[in-house]
């Protein structure tokens, strides 16, 4: 069964830093990652998607990268900014077709302080 | 194009009545996802459908939860005789039937978020 873990739960950090979230999956065999942000009371919006064959992808200030043999993805922010204080979801798809939902961790409560 | 619609908002509910959520997905999506976000925890899989089938009811609660995607109007998620811990909030996703892999995404609505007090 796969198990997606963010840790740590809750991050802090002072405008202008750059930082990194990190996710762990139990089972290697996925099809793509994806990282997700949530601000309070709203829906998903998603950041980045990493095909299985991928090992990074890049938007602006945010870079994701995974490492699939070792079950870790991270996003990198660069430049923090208050705007970036949101809950950051990581979610694996386990392989297209029928079974395609996403599992989710937890995720980490970012709050950047001015 | 629309995102993905979900209605309402916000529902509240005693316990032992109905509640009906509906999601309507982005135009041209034929496959639709609901996740459940109790408090203090990740979003969970539901139930995934396609028009008129149920494909992964996997996520589903044995009882009192059911979910439809008819072929005509949105997708329905019904659960009967709600209980305090059905308190939660409930998103649906949609994503296009075209399989390619740089852009198999799912696109997640508002959610509702459902009180039963």
């Given at each position: 069964?796969?198990?997606v873990?963010?840790?740590?739960?809750?991050?802090?950090?002072?405008?202008?830093?750059?930082?990194?979230?990190?996710?762990?999956?139990?089972?290697?065999?996925?099809?793509?990652?994806?990282?997700?942000?949530?601000d309070p009371?709203?829906?998903?919006?998603?950041?980045?998607?990493?095909?299985?064959?991928?090992?990074?992808?890049?938007?602006?200030?945010?870079?994701?990268?995974?490492?699939?043999?070792?079950?870790?993805?991270?996003l990198?922010?660069?430049?923090?900014?208050?705007?970036?204080?949101?809950?950051?979801?990581?979610?694996?798809?386990?392989?297209?077709?029928?079974?395609?939902?996403?599992?989710?961790?937890?995720?980490?409560?970012?709050?950047?302080?001015? | 194009?629309?995102?993905?619609?979900?209605?309402?908002r916000?529902?509240?509910?005693?316990?032992?009545?109905?509640a009906?959520?509906?999601?309507?997905?982005?135009?041209?999506?034929?496959?639709?996802?609901?996740?459940?976000q109790?408090?203090?925890?990740?979003?969970?899989?539901?139930?995934?459908?396609?028009?008129?089938?149920?494909i992964?009811?996997?996520?589903?609660?044995?009882?009192?939860?059911?979910?439809e995607?008819?072929?005509?109007?949105?997708?329905?998620?019904?659960?009967?005789?709600?209980?305090?811990?059905?308190?939660?909030?409930?998103?649906?996703?949609?994503?296009?039937?075209?399989?390619?892999?740089?852009?198999?995404?799912?696109?997640?609505?508002?959610?509702?978020?459902l009180?039963?007090?």
């Open positions: 069964k796969q198990e873990t963010q840790i740590p739960a809750a991050l802090s950090v002072p405008e202008g830093e750059n930082l990194v979230l990190n996710c762990s999956f139990t089972d290697s065999a996925i099809y793509n990652l994806q990282w997700f942000r949530q009371g709203k829906g998903l919006t998603s950041l980045l998607l990493i095909q299985s064959s991928q090992r990074e992808q890049t938007s602006g200030r945010l870079n994701a990268s995974l490492d699939k043999s070792s079950g870790r993805s991270t990198y922010i660069a430049a923090s900014q208050p705007g970036d204080s949101a809950t950051y979801l990581c979610a694996v798809r386990i392989r297209a077709g029928a079974n395609s939902k996403l599992t989710f961790g937890k995720g980490i409560t970012l709050s950047v302080r001015p | 194009n629309a995102g993905v619609m979900q209605n309402p916000h529902l509240v509910r005693r316990r032992g009545q109905e009906r959520l509906r999601c309507s997905p982005m135009k041209g999506h034929s496959h639709v996802y609901w996740y459940r109790l408090p203090e925890e990740g979003l969970k899989f539901m139930v995934y459908l396609q028009k008129e089938n149920i992964d009811e996997s996520g589903m609660p044995k009882e009192r939860f059911s979910a995607f008819p072929k005509e109007g949105p997708s329905i998620l019904r659960i009967q005789q709600v209980v305090r811990g059905d308190s939660a909030a409930y998103f649906c996703a949609s994503s296009p039937p075209t399989g390619n892999p740089n852009t198999d995404t799912q696109y997640f609505g508002p959610g509702t978020r009180t039963v007090l």
